[in-house]
């Protein structure tokens, strides 16, 4: 059995090979679909196959999927480009016969406030259109997304936000790598819907208190309104619409968007999720 993961030297896609070789995967039997051959030099000299295509070049994709049983789709970093990019993979595939694909979406998609959801939420559709059996792999927050955050706490004292008393259940991008290489590994997958989040579900108030333990100096949590914090984004040097997006993000914390009790992910890796101080205990900071 052939599995391909695209976004393969991306920061999941790289993990999810990783873990696949970890449970005893033969590496000639994983295919990693990059954009740049040479960022993927480590996991060639494993044996692990490697094909380059990029998302909007369908050819590529034909070609890179030729004889490929399971294709993860790992979602494409573009937001604004990605409906577009994921259908041509999504049709890449069926046209290669590939028989089964798993993507990593957003939690509750079908439903999610977020602007972030829209571009998960279309792509469902097209996997629903497209005949293929597929398995959906709705991933929380990474607790990843708040190391950006740490500089600042440190400097200033206070974790800013717009997500209020909202709750998160984020986990490592590791534990959600790992849970995506367990269902590409496992047999009657077609057709289930797993919404992943870590069993560690921390309002922001909480989460800088993580960070104030990790800092060993006093961190409080500042709420602002979610077009200030934008701003906040912005100013400290983020492109305005990546900026948008995070707050929007936030303001979708505050409604519940990226929290759940499913327990799919424990589950599915068959242990807790990686606290929020491991992840953010980097000793850089």
Do not use: C
């Not at 439903?111 to 939420?121: Q, T």
């Amino acid at each position: 059995m052939t599995i391909a993961v695209t976004g393969a030297t991306g920061h999941l896609g790289r993990l999810v090979v990783e873990a696949l070789l970890d449970k005893g995967t033969p590496a000639g039997d994983i295919v990693a679909v990059v954009r740049t051959p040479a960022k993927a030099a480590d996991l060639a000299d494993k044996g692990v196959e490697i094909r380059q295509a990029e998302y909007g070049d369908r050819a590529a994709l034909e070609s890179a999927f030729a004889g490929v049983d399971k294709l993860l789709l790992v979602s494409g970093s573009e937001v604004g480009q990605r409906v577009a990019q994921h259908t041509n993979v999504i049709d890449a595939a069926k046209t290669a016969g590939v028989g089964f694909v798993a993507y990593t979406s957003v939690l509750d998609a079908q439903n999610s406030p977020i602007g972030l959801a829209v571009e998960h939420r279309a792509t469902e559709d097209r996997l629903t259109q497209s005949g293929i059996d597929f398995a959906l792999l709705r991933n929380g927050w990474y607790w990843e997304n708040y190391l950006g955050s740490i500089p600042a706490a440190a400097e200033t004292g206070a974790l800013f936000g717009s997500a209020g008393t909202g709750v998160v259940a984020a986990a490592a991008r590791k534990d959600y790598a790992e849970a995506a290489a367990a269902v590409l590994l496992a047999d009657g997958q077609a057709g289930k819907v797993y919404e992943l989040g870590g069993d560690e579900r921390l309002t922001y108030s909480e989460l800088a208190e993580v960070i104030s333990s990790v800092l060993g100096k006093p961190v409080s949590y500042k709420d602002l309104p979610q077009a200030e914090y934008a701003a906040v984004l912005e100013g400290a040097g983020l492109p305005a619409p990546i900026a948008s997006m995070l707050a929007d993000s936030d303001a979708g914390v505050a409604l519940g968007a990226l929290d759940t009790e499913s327990g799919d992910l424990q589950k599915l890796i068959g242990r807790n999720s990686t606290p929020a101080a491991t992840v953010l205990a980097v000793s850089t900071y």
